[in-house]
């Protein structure tokens, strides 16, 4: 086994803690990985206070992993010592059902193997994830990391960025669309980077008037406060695509409404409560609602080569993981622009 240093939950209630554990030696197909900087996403607080149920102690969160190769199994081919990679959401599935084989492995006919809080394969082991000094994983899931990306402002775009880009590109927004993005934290600001780098004429929809000097730096074109009734209806059947990132509770007909002939409604936020809509909404325009749950591993690699070219990266703070449970509270009250990375190194 090979041991390793972390920081981890060891109930609902208690703040996170220095922890010991140990990783799996490494088999034929698994690559050793030491990691250096680690993103902390809204959904680590929730399965860490078990929010969602099922929460499983003790618990390593993070799923934003950036790291170097130490070690590589015996029948490891695309990677070696030294190399500077990426593991997301996922380090595991069943890898043969049709899903698995359309490289949708994130859709695993028999459920995907979450980096953390998760049963591996072997039904016996709970997967622990990235607030910690190294990892193994299986190379199937990991990913190339191009030395032209920070790697520190890399991490959140194997959550937050993916999660954005794959919607985005299943929809087919291009050059001339006029794109709206609501909510601007940690998954909208990514997703006004990938909407302007497409071409697309973007608006940033929000509650918050704070956020329209943020929005116009980051690129986008537009900005619409949503509590301004009067400006909503005046964009009534305006946009061909909505971004919708927000997880609070809230109604989906209002950003329906703001669709035109054949648009879309991408939702990647995850409200508590079930959402309401008018259906009247949905028919008179053909307008559609697409769920999306991050991406594929040839997908994500696909948004990190993207990104490398474009020089596309999440704005961070970098965070000691000894400030890791201040940083949960900054994020419950929205503190942060747009995502705490935390540093490994000081572990």
Request: glycine share 8%.
């Given at each position: 086994?090979?041991?390793?240093?972390?920081?981890?939950?060891?109930?609902?209630?208690?703040?996170?803690?220095?922890?010991?554990?140990?990783?799996?030696?490494?088999?034929?197909?698994?690559?050793?990985?030491?990691?250096?900087?680690?993103?902390?996403?809204?959904?680590?607080?929730?399965?860490?206070?078990?929010?969602?149920?099922?929460?499983?102690?003790?618990?390593?969160?993070?799923?934003?992993?950036?790291?170097?190769?130490?070690?590589?199994?015996?029948?490891?081919?695309?990677?070696?010592?030294?190399?500077?990679?990426?593991?997301?959401?996922?380090?595991?599935?069943?890898?043969?059902?049709?899903?698995c084989n359309r490289d949708h492995e994130q859709y695993c006919e028999e459920g995907m193997t979450g980096t953390y809080n998760a049963m591996e394969r072997d039904g016996v082991t709970v997967a622990q994830g990235g607030y910690s000094s190294q990892i193994v994983v299986k190379e199937r899931f990991v990913l190339h990391l191009s030395h032209k990306l920070d790697?520190?402002?890399?991490?959140?775009?194997?959550?937050?960025?993916?999660?954005?880009?794959?919607?985005?590109?299943?929809?087919?927004?291009?050059?001339?669309?006029?794109?709206?993005?609501?909510?601007?934290?940690?998954?909208?600001?990514?997703?006004?980077?990938?909407?302007?780098?497409?071409?697309?004429?973007?608006?940033?929809?929000?509650?918050?008037?704070?956020?329209?000097?943020?929005?116009?730096?980051?690129?986008?074109?537009?900005?619409?406060?949503?509590?301004?009734?009067?400006?909503?209806?005046?964009?009534?059947?305006?946009?061909?695509?909505?971004?919708?990132?927000?997880?609070?509770?809230?109604?989906?007909?209002?950003?329906?409404?703001?669709?035109?002939?054949?648009?879309?409604?991408?939702?990647?936020?995850?409200?508590?409560?079930?959402?309401?809509?008018?259906?009247?909404?949905?028919?008179?325009?053909?307008?559609?609602?697409?769920?999306?749950?991050?991406?594929?591993?040839?997908?994500?690699?696909?948004?990190?080569?993207?990104?490398?070219?474009?020089?596309?990266?999440?704005?961070?703070?970098?965070?000691?993981?000894?400030?890791?449970?201040?940083?949960?509270?900054?994020?419950?009250?929205?503190?942060?622009?747009?995502?705490?990375?935390?540093?490994?190194?000081?572990?």
């Amino acid at each position: 086994m090979i041991p390793a240093k972390a920081y981890a939950a060891v109930d609902a209630r208690t703040p996170l803690q220095p922890f010991s554990f140990s990783r799996r030696d490494l088999r034929a197909d698994d690559v050793q990985i030491r990691i250096q900087y680690c993103g902390v996403c809204h959904s680590d607080i929730h399965q860490v206070r078990d929010e969602w149920g099922g929460s499983m102690y003790p618990m390593v969160p993070g799923h934003e992993i950036i790291g170097e190769v130490v070690n590589t199994g015996a029948n490891v081919t695309r990677f070696k010592a030294g190399d500077k990679v990426g593991v997301g959401v996922m380090v595991d599935s069943c890898c043969t059902c049709k899903n698995c084989n359309r490289d949708h492995e994130q859709y695993c006919e028999e459920g995907m193997t979450g980096t953390y809080n998760a049963m591996e394969r072997d039904g016996v082991t709970v997967a622990q994830g990235g607030y910690s000094s190294q990892i193994v994983v299986k190379e199937r899931f990991v990913l190339h990391l191009s030395h032209k990306l920070d790697p520190a402002a890399a991490a959140p775009l194997l959550c937050a960025g993916i999660t954005t880009y794959s919607p985005l590109r299943f929809a087919g927004v291009r050059a001339g669309q006029r794109v709206a993005v609501v909510g601007l934290g940690g998954l909208g600001h990514m997703g006004v980077k990938f909407a302007v780098s497409f071409g697309a004429e973007v608006t940033v929809i929000s509650t918050s008037p704070s956020k329209e000097a943020d929005a116009k730096r980051l690129g986008a074109h537009h900005f619409l406060l949503s509590t301004d009734k009067d400006a909503m209806k005046k964009h009534a059947s305006h946009f061909d695509v909505i971004l919708d990132t927000v997880s609070a509770n809230h109604n989906y007909t209002e950003f329906l409404d703001l669709l035109d002939i054949e648009g879309k409604l991408l939702i990647v936020g995850l409200p508590s409560k079930e959402p309401s809509l008018s259906p009247f909404s949905l028919i008179t325009k053909r307008r559609s609602i697409i769920g999306s749950m991050i991406g594929g591993i040839k997908e994500t690699q696909e948004m990190l080569d993207y990104c490398a070219e474009k020089n596309i990266v999440s704005d961070i703070e970098v965070i000691p993981v000894q400030y890791i449970n201040e940083a949960y509270e900054r994020m419950i009250r929205s503190d942060v622009k747009y995502r705490f990375v935390i540093d490994l190194a000081t572990l």
